[in-house]
């Protein structure tokens, strides 16, 4: 699940996205919908580039309610750099109280499950690569975790970033991520000795 959303995102042959920058952001921020699409312009720091979470946009009965995330916390949340012209371009022409995701006024909503522009860029992805999983927008949100897991961010972080009530839920989420990389830590710690020992073996200036 870890390139999902870069491969929704990918050639347009290929089953793109007709909002890839929204996929990507959800893909490699780990954000709810909700919180996604609440942003606004002003949430942005585009120099830290992290976005802070203060809003939860849901959608109840045809109507959008907005509330504060699931946990009631605001939290600060980073995004990668080769997000931040993508991210801009969202900007551009806005004011500060604007949605930061479509028209800057009108919420974004959940895409339709089965007729929706996700499920329809799903399909074309899964129809050119037999293996694409039928992902659907939470899923980005696995995919977000898996990433930061496999770059080395530990338990805290991700608690962090994915805005989980306690570390304890994160682990019990992704314990099999984080047992997959302790075999990384074993590399990691089998290289730190070899490289003491090299350095015992050096001559002294």
């Not at 942005?44 to 946990?71: F, I, M, Q, W, Y």
């Not at 909503?109 to 007729?115: F, H, Q, W």
């Not at 129809?127 to 949100?141: G, K, M, S, Y």
Request: hydrophobic share 45%.
């Amino acid at each position: 699940m870890r390139a999902d959303g870069a491969r929704l995102c990918g050639c347009p042959d290929r089953g793109s996205s007709s909002h890839p920058a929204l996929v990507l952001f959800l893909a490699y921020t780990g954000l709810r919908w909700g919180e996604a699409t609440g942003l606004r312009v002003k949430h942005v720091d585009a120099l830290r580039r992290r976005v802070s979470v203060e809003e939860n946009a849901v959608l109840v009965g045809g109507v959008v309610h907005v509330g504060t995330p699931k946990t009631h916390e605001a939290r600060s949340v980073p995004y990668p750099v080769f997000l931040s012209l993508a991210i801009a371009k969202l900007c551009e022409g806005k004011r500060r109280e604007d949605l930061l995701f479509g028209d800057g006024v009108a919420y974004m909503r959940l895409p339709n499950s089965v007729r929706g522009w996700f499920a329809f860029a799903v399909k074309r992805a899964c129809a050119a690569d037999e293996e694409f999983p039928r992902v659907t927008p939470h899923d980005l949100r696995h995919t977000a975790a898996s990433l930061a897991i496999s770059a080395g961010a530990n338990v805290k972080a991700v608690q962090r970033m994915l805005g989980h009530a306690s570390a304890s839920m994160t682990l019990d989420t992704y314990a099999d991520l984080f047992d997959d990389d302790l075999d990384g830590v074993a590399a990691a710690l089998d290289h730190t000795r070899r490289a003491a020992v090299v350095a015992e073996v050096l001559p002294r200036a």
